[in-house]
């Protein structure tokens, strides 16, 4: 990647968490130190360099190699419940980016566009997961893959992440461990570890 490409991408998710995603991109290229015409070469619209902001995130975290990792542990539930957890230690590392673009996608056609970008991808790995689980017979009968996927998706989206822990204050790690035991058990019926040890 260009060095003018990161610095505008790490300019723009500057500005985007200050500011909120309605940003301008005469303000993105004031603040990197280009030209809007040069800002355009780049990205061809807003909402492209809204998409790249938040897909530049997850590359440096390596979240998509980290989930897909995840994935191929021997043990469907487990494989799953290791999934959940590299998911929902990424929410914190997103929440700046993602609270804004959530909190504006409704009004905004390129917010809701980079939004859906990322979760679509997302959904897609809770897909996979539930179709092992299925597979594996380890899916809580009645309950079809897509929706199971749909309901692991909602479960630990940014929101309900957000609620655990700037609403109700409870710590990253124990939210992470606690959906990640409760989403389990809704797909799999099994007793969450915690309750299993009472």
Not at 81 to 105: C, D, E, K, N, Q
Not at 172 to 198: I, Q, S, W, Y
Request: charged letters at 25%.
């Amino acid at each position: 990647m260009s060095s003018t490409r990161s610095r505008i991408l790490e300019t723009a998710r500057r500005l985007i968490t200050e500011q909120g995603p309605r940003v301008s991109m005469a303000e993105v290229a004031r603040a990197a130190g280009i030209s809007r015409q040069a800002l355009y070469l780049h990205f061809g619209s807003r909402a492209s360099l809204l998409v790249a902001v938040v897909r530049d995130m997850d590359e440096r975290d390596g979240i998509r190699a980290r989930c897909a990792k995840a994935l191929t542990g021997e043990e469907p539930v487990e494989a799953f419940r290791a999934f959940l957890r590299v998911w929902l230690g990424y929410a914190a590392t997103i929440h700046p980016v993602a609270s804004v673009l959530l909190a504006s996608r409704r009004d905004d056609p390129d917010a809701d566009a980079a939004w859906n970008d990322r979760m679509g991808e997302l959904h897609e790995g809770f897909l996979v997961a539930a179709r092992r689980l299925e597979a594996a017979g380890r899916l809580r009968p009645g309950l079809a893959p897509d929706v199971a996927a749909d309901l692991a998706w909602a479960m630990t989206s940014v929101p309900v992440w957000e609620q655990l822990t700037a609403d109700r204050g409870r710590r990253a790690d124990d939210v992470e461990e606690h959906l990640a035991g409760a989403v389990t058990a809704a797909l799999t019926g099994d007793p969450p570890p915690e309750a299993a040890r009472a």
